[in-house]
C-alpha cells in the first residue's frame, strides 16, 4: 500500500488534478493527472496515467454534476477505481492569493481559511472556487489534512521599493500593492537550476512564464526581486485574452467617455483581450503561428515586444543579467517566439543557438553567448505536492 498526495487547481469552471506517490520529498512521482472542465456548461472529465494513455474520459450534464463538490466526487471514484492500493495522506492546493504576509505555504485549519477568505476581495474570480475546492476536500473528508500553496508566496522576498504603487500611501497599507503571481512554476525553475544549470543558480536569471497567462520574474539568487504582475494577474505582458499593462486612464476612458459599466470592462480585460482581442482570431499562439492574417502578425510582433521592454526592465532591476529562461505552454514549445525574443535580446548579450533551440534546449544559447538561455519546462503541480509533503512531515 502507497501513500498518495493529491494536488488540486480550482478555475472558475475546472478542477484540475494530480495524484501523486510519496516516496522521499525529491523522489515525488506523478501517477496520474487530469481535469474536469465545463463545470456549469458541459462537465467533461479527461485524465491520463504516468505513461500518457488515456484513463478516463467521461461526460455528464450540469445536473449529474453540478459544482467542485461534485467533481471532486468525480475524481475521487475514478481514483479509487484506479489507485485502490494508495492511501491519500493530503491533498495541496494551489491558492491563488496569500495576501501581503503568507510567504509560505500553509497549513489549512478553519482560522487559516478564514483568512484566506479576506483575501477574496483581492483575487474574486480565482480565490472564491480555490477555497471552494478545499471545503469540498474538509467536507468529503474532515480527517484529511490539507495545505494552501499560494501564488504569491514566492514573490514576498520583493523589497518594499519594488512592491509599491505610487498611490498614497495609506493604499499600499490596505493591500493595493505588486504581489506577483504564477509565484510557484517560479519557484519549481529555481529548485530546478541547481542541478540543471548550476553556473546560473546562484546569479542573476529572469524567467519568462509564456502561457496562456503571461509574466516574467527576476530571480536574484534563488529569490525573487522583481516581477512583471502586480495587484493582480491583468498586468505585465500581453496574455491570451488579457492586455497586461495599460495606462489607468484608459480605464476611465472606458468608464465615463464609453459609458461601460465596471463589469464590462472587467469582461474585456480578462476575456476579450491579449492575443484573441488583437488578431481577431484566437488566443492559441500555435493558431496565430499558422495564419497568415496580419493582425495575427501584429499581435505576435506585440507579444514578443512587451517581453522585450519587461526582459529590460527587469535586466535594470537586476544589474545586468546571467540566464535567461523560457517556461510554460509558449515558452516551452514555441521555437519561433524563442526565437524572436531571443533575436531583440542580443544587445543583452544573449546569442541564440538556432539549432539547440529547434530541439528544445535546455540551453539553447551559444556556447559563446555571454548571457546563456535556456527552456525549462515548469511543474506547478509537483512544487505544490512537495510543499505539502514538507508542511505534513511526509
Ligand atoms: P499554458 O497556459 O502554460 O498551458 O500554455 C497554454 C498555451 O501554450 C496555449 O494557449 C498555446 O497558445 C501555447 N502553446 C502550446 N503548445 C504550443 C506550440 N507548440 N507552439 C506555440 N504555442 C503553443
Known amino acids: 500500500m502507497g501513500n498518495g498526495i493529491l494536488v488540486l487547481n480550482a478555475g472558475s469552471s475546472s478542477l484540475k488534478f494530480s495524484i501523486f506517490n510519496v516516496g522521499a520529498a525529491s523522489l515525488l512521482s506523478a501517477m496520474a493527472v487530469g481535469q474536469i472542465e465545463g463545470l456549469?456548461?458541459?462537465?467533461?472529465?479527461?485524465?491520463?496515467?504516468?505513461?500518457?494513455?488515456?484513463?478516463?474520459?467521461?461526460?455528464?450534464?450540469?445536473?449529474?454534476?453540478?459544482n467542485h463538490g461534485q467533481?471532486?466526487?468525480?475524481?475521487?471514484?475514478?481514483?479509487?477505481?484506479?489507485?485502490?492500493g494508495q492511501e491519500l495522506v493530503g491533498v495541496g492546493h494551489r491558492v491563488v492569493h496569500g495576501g501581503p504576509d503568507y510567504s509560505a505555504p500553509l497549513l489549512l485549519t478553519p482560522q487559516a481559511m478564514?483568512?484566506?477568505?479576506?483575501?477574496?476581495?483581492?483575487?474574486?474570480?480565482?480565490?472564491?472556487?480555490?477555497?471552494?475546492?478545499?471545503?469540498?476536500?474538509?467536507?468529503?473528508?474532515?480527517?484529511?489534512p490539507q495545505v494552501a500553496c499560494f501564488d504569491t508566496a514566492f514573490h514576498r522576498t520583493q523589497e518594499t521599493v519594488a512592491q509599491l504603487y505610487g498611490l498614497p500611501y495609506e493604499y499600499y497599507e490596505r493591500g493595493i500593492r505588486r504581489y506577483g503571481f504564477h509565484g510557484l512554476s517560479y519557484e519549481y525553475i529555481a529548485a530546478?537550476?541547481?542541478?540543471?544549470?548550476?553556473?546560473?543558480?546562484?546569479?542573476?536569471?529572469?524567467?519568462?512564464?509564456?502561457?496562456s497567462g503571461a509574466s516574467m520574474c527576476a530571480i536574484d539568487n534563488g529569490r525573487s526581486v522583481g516581477s512583471s504582475m502586480g495587484f493582480t494577474a491583468l498586468d505585465g505582458l500581453l496574455m491570451g485574452t488579457r492586455p497586461g499593462n495599460l495606462d489607468p486612464g484608459i480605464i476611465l476612458y472606458l468608464l465615463q467617455q464609453e459609458g461601460m459599466?465596471?463589469?464590462?470592462?472587467?469582461?474585456?480585460?480578462?476575456?476579450?483581450s491579449g492575443l484573441l482581442g488583437l488578431s481577431g482570431i484566437g488566443?492559441?499562439?500555435?493558431?496565430?503561428q499558422e495564419s497568415d492574417s496580419p493582425r495575427a502578425r501584429l499581435a505576435i510582433d506585440h507579444f514578443v515586444y512587451r517581453i522585450s521592454?519587461?526582459?529590460?526592465?527587469?535586466?535594470?532591476?537586476?544589474?545586468g543579467i546571467d540566464a535567461f529562461v523560457f517556461t510554460a505552454g509558449i515558452g516551452e514549445n514555441s521555437a519561433y517566439i524563442r526565437r524572436l525574443v531571443c533575436e531583440k535580446a542580443k544587445w543583452l548579450g544573449i546569442d541564440l543557438?538556432?539549432?539547440?533551440?529547434?530541439?528544445?534546449?535546455?540551453?539553447?544559447?551559444?556556447?559563446?553567448s555571454k548571457v546563456s538561455a535556456w527552456v525549462v519546462p515548469t511543474n506547478e503541480e509537483l512544487m505544490i505536492a512537495r510543499h505539502t509533503c514538507q508542511v505534513l512531515g511526509l
Open 192 to 211: 530546478t537550476l541547481p542541478e540543471l544549470a548550476p553556473e546560473i543558480a546562484s546569479g542573476r536569471v529572469i524567467v519568462a512564464h509564456l502561457g
Open 71 to 84: 467533481a471532486l466526487q468525480a475524481i475521487a471514484t475514478l481514483l479509487r477505481a484506479r489507485f485502490s
Open 114 to 144: 478564514e483568512m484566506l477568505a479576506t483575501f477574496v476581495p483581492l483575487a474574486p474570480l480565482h480565490q472564491p472556487h480555490n477555497l471552494a475546492a478545499i471545503r469540498a476536500v474538509a467536507e468529503a473528508r474532515p480527517e484529511l
Open 353 to 368: 543557438d538556432p539549432a539547440a533551440n529547434e530541439q528544445g534546449g535546455p540551453r539553447i544559447s551559444s556556447v559563446d
Open 261 to 272: 459599466s465596471a463589469r464590462d470592462v472587467e469582461s474585456m480585460l480578462y476575456k476579450r
Open 283 to 288: 488566443n492559441d499562439m500555435r493558431v496565430l
Open 309 to 319: 521592454r519587461e526582459l529590460g526592465g527587469l535586466a535594470a532591476v537586476l544589474g
Open 40 to 66: 456549469g456548461t458541459a462537465p467533461r472529465l479527461k485524465a491520463k496515467g504516468a505513461d500518457g494513455s488515456v484513463i478516463a474520459d467521461e461526460q455528464w450534464t450540469t445536473s449529474e454534476v453540478a
